[in-house]
């Protein structure tokens, strides 16, 4: 492949990250988007990639050995050495399977320890169950305060 063949790859391939990101939102309120941060991060990054994104051969062949090389962009931004990040991704994910190369990503190494991040939707389906719980709980109460009124009485 070409430089150009490979830069329309990464190009399709982050087009389709940000459509199946996308994808996970569908169903939720605007207001539900607007609280889960990592949505406008996403967006802003993948708006800058696609305007000022000049990724070298290199960095776009590593980047295509990936599943989800936006997400891993977006987790690690900013990138400033981009080509030793995906490298050490990558050969820690050779590593655990045992192949020379693997599409899965693994979770980005930090200087901190890190705990694993909920997925957006498992963290949108927390959010809707906390709201249920805290909807029957308002609605229990005021049933139990009814109650009292008419023991009251």
């Known amino acids: 492949m070409n430089d150009v063949d490979i830069m329309r790859a990464l190009k399709d391939r982050l087009d389709q990250n940000m459509s199946d990101f996308d994808a996970e939102l569908i169903g939720m309120s605007d ?13 802003e990054i993948y708006t800058f990639i696609k305007s000022d994104g000049d990724f070298d051969r290199r960095q776009a062949e590593l980047l295509l050995r990936m599943d989800n090389p936006l997400k891993f962009i977006v987790d690690n931004w900013p990138c400033f050495d981009l080509v030793a990040l995906a490298e050490k991704a990558l050969e820690g994910s050779s590593k655990e399977t045992g192949k020379e190369l693997s599409l899965k990503l693994p979770q980005p190494e930090r200087d901190a320890p890190t705990v694993k991040k909920p997925s957006i939707l498992e963290r949108i389906k927390a959010n809707r169950q906390s709201a249920h719980r805290k909807s029957a709980i308002k609605a229990l109460n005021g049933v139990e305060k009814q109650k009292n009124r008419e023991w009251e009485r």
């Open 31 to 43: 207001k539900e988007i607007a609280e889960i941060s990592e949505v406008s991060a996403t967006r």
